[in-house]
């Protein structure tokens, strides 16, 4: 299969109303490792991703999508948000939906989904409204979207942030069998323990700057900037 | 009091009546016909106005609410000069019939459909935007995502818009002329009687348009709580 990765920011920086929110970002997100975006609240985690993803417009530099795909970019990426956006139709419609903006055909549409809903833990739930769920169901839900999509790369923003440890669990697993099956995990969290769970390697953002990254382990054990070790700490930033 | 008595007297026995029967159906057939009318129009432009961005939107908005307060005469007499012998639309010859009759209570609702959907799919794609737009789906197919996503709510909105249309008496009766067994509706018949002093029978057709009112907001709003219920 043709890919979209490596995916390369260059000086990536956005602005709005006069403020600068995310400074000069160059990075590249490369197949494998499990990438987790650390910071406090308002570092520009959110922001970061919305820029990869393509929600907003960077207002200087350029993103850039390296592979033979890269013209069809938008279609092997997906996002899970905070809070899951749910339509209101059944589970399995909600999953459908996806699929038939993606384009994928009516046929190939049912066996992704009984299979997306499977890998959740959803199928029992099929044609339940999926309004009616529970938050963190709907976060599963949300995964199976983009399960069913077979993207090649994810964006999670803070999935678990409203879950509770349960929930979080179920979902963390799920990240997890993604990450197992070869999509590229980008996930933002202000967690140091999911951090720790989570990721392979990371990258620390402050005041819309990234100022840190680091294998996971080399990262915890050993943070380089005073600004990461204080974070590491559990201590308060200035935002 | 003896007025009410005989109202409810006049109501029971015109319930029988063929006449009376006549005219309640071209008003159901009339205010219904222009509720589709003004929804198939209204719902879908809302739902643009919410979610398209363009020069000159704002005050498109501001229009359309405004338009929600049309005076129901003025439109009866602009749909008049235009459906008059002398007017542009003169050669259909459409005035005094209830085609005339349902354009104009068309006209009278459509912006109100217009700018209640625009304000409750508005409110939606502020929750929906990111995520529709992350699966792929431009404005024109989120346009129709967010009018079935809010079918239940908007059923509210054409349910205004219909009982808008099914009280008013100023437009039908320039356009339709309130001709007996023609373009006799209850709003007509009720001002006709009121004005010859028949209040008895006056009071009588409104206590049944009111009766009719009620009943189709209520079978609505038993449909909606059902099927809300099932789908969530």
Same mark, same amino acid.
Do not use: Y
């Given at each position: 299969m043709s890919r979209i990765l490596p995916l390369r920011l260059e000086r990536v920086g956005y602005?709005?109303?006069?403020?600068?929110?995310?400074?000069?970002?160059?990075?590249?997100?490369?197949?494998?490792?499990?990438? !987790?975006?650390?910071?406090?609240?308002?570092?520009?985690?959110?922001?970061?991703?919305?820029?990869?993803?393509?929600?907003?417009?960077?207002?200087?530099?350029?993103? !850039?999508?390296?592979?033979?795909?890269?013209?069809?970019a938008q279609r092997r990426q997906a996002m899970v948000f905070q809070r899951p956006v749910m339509l209101r139709r059944s589970v399995a419609a909600n999953v459908d939906y996806a699929l038939a903006l993606a384009g994928v055909a009516a046929a190939e549409r049912r066996a992704r989904i009984a299979d997306?809903?499977?890998?959740?833990?959803?199928?029992?739930?099929?044609?339940?409204?999926?309004?009616?769920?529970?938050?963190?169901?709907?976060?599963?839900?949300?995964?199976?979207? !983009?399960?069913?999509?077979?993207?090649?790369? !994810?964006?999670?923003?803070?999935?678990?942030?409203?879950?509770?440890?349960?929930?979080?669990?179920?979902?963390?697993?799920?990240?997890?069998?993604?990450?197992?099956?070869?999509?590229?995990?980008?996930?933002?969290?202000?967690?140091?323990?999911?951090?720790?769970?989570?990721?392979?390697?990371i990258l620390f953002l402050h005041q819309g700057r990234l100022i840190e990254r680091a294998p996971v382990d080399e990262f915890f054990a050993r943070p380089r900037t005073r600004e990461a070790q204080a974070f590491v700490r559990g201590e308060l930033l200035p935002i | 009091m003896s007025d009410l008595t005989a109202a409810f007297a006049s109501a029971l026995v015109f319930g029988l009546d063929a006449d009376l029967g006549r005219i309640v159906l071209l008003s159901l057939r009339v205010s219904l016909s222009a509720v589709a009318i003004a929804a198939i129009i209204g719902l879908p432009l809302g739902a643009a106005l919410a979610v398209f961005r363009f020069p000159g939107?704002?005050?498109?908005?501001?229009?359309?609410?405004?338009?929600?307060?049309l005076p129901p005469v003025v439109v009866g007499l602009i749909v008049y000069l235009l459906l008059s012998r002398a007017? &542009?639309?003169?050669?259909?010859?459409?005035?005094?019939? &209830?085609?005339?009759?349902?354009?104009?209570?068309?006209?009278?609702?459509? &912006?109100?459909?217009?700018?209640?959907?625009?304000?409750?799919?508005?409110?939606?794609?502020?929750?929906y935007e990111e995520q529709l737009r992350s699966l792929g789906a431009g404005a024109g197919r989120a346009l129709w995502t967010l009018l079935w996503d809010g079918r239940f709510s908007l059923l509210t909105v054409v349910l205004a818009g219909f009982g808008r249309a099914i009280a008013e008496v100023g437009a039908v009766m320039i356009v339709g002329g309130n001709i007996d067994q023609v373009t006799r509706v209850m709003t007509t018949a009720i001002a006709l009687e009121t004005s010859k002093g028949d209040l008895a029978l006056a009071l009588g057709l409104g206590i049944i348009l009111i009766a009719l009112a009620l009943a189709i907001n209520a079978t609505a709003f038993s449909i909606n709580l059902v099927l809300r219920e099932r789908q969530g």
């Open positions: 602005a709005a109303g006069g403020k600068t929110l995310v400074h000069d970002l160059d990075v590249m997100f490369e197949e494998g490792p499990r990438t !987790v975006i650390l910071g406090p609240n308002g570092a520009g985690k959110s922001l970061t991703l919305r820029l990869c993803h393509g929600l907003i417009q960077p207002t200087t530099g350029r993103i !850039v999508w390296q592979g033979a795909a890269s013209a069809s997306a809903l499977e890998q959740t833990r959803l199928a029992d739930l099929a044609d339940r409204p999926a309004r009616v769920l529970s938050i963190g169901e709907q976060q599963r839900l949300a995964l199976a979207r !983009v399960w069913a999509l077979q993207v090649e790369i !994810v964006f999670l923003d803070e999935p678990t942030a409203s879950l509770d440890p349960g929930a979080t669990r179920a979902v963390e697993a799920i990240v997890n069998a993604m990450d197992a099956a070869g999509t590229k995990i980008v996930m933002t969290t202000h967690d140091l323990g999911q951090a720790r769970r989570m990721a392979d390697e | 939107r704002r005050a498109i908005v501001i229009a359309v609410n405004a338009m929600m307060g007017g &542009p639309f003169g050669v259909f010859g459409l005035l005094f019939t &209830p085609t005339a009759m349902i354009i104009a209570q068309a006209i009278l609702i459509a &912006p109100l459909i217009a700018a209640l959907a625009r304000q409750l799919v508005e409110d939606m794609w502020a929750e």
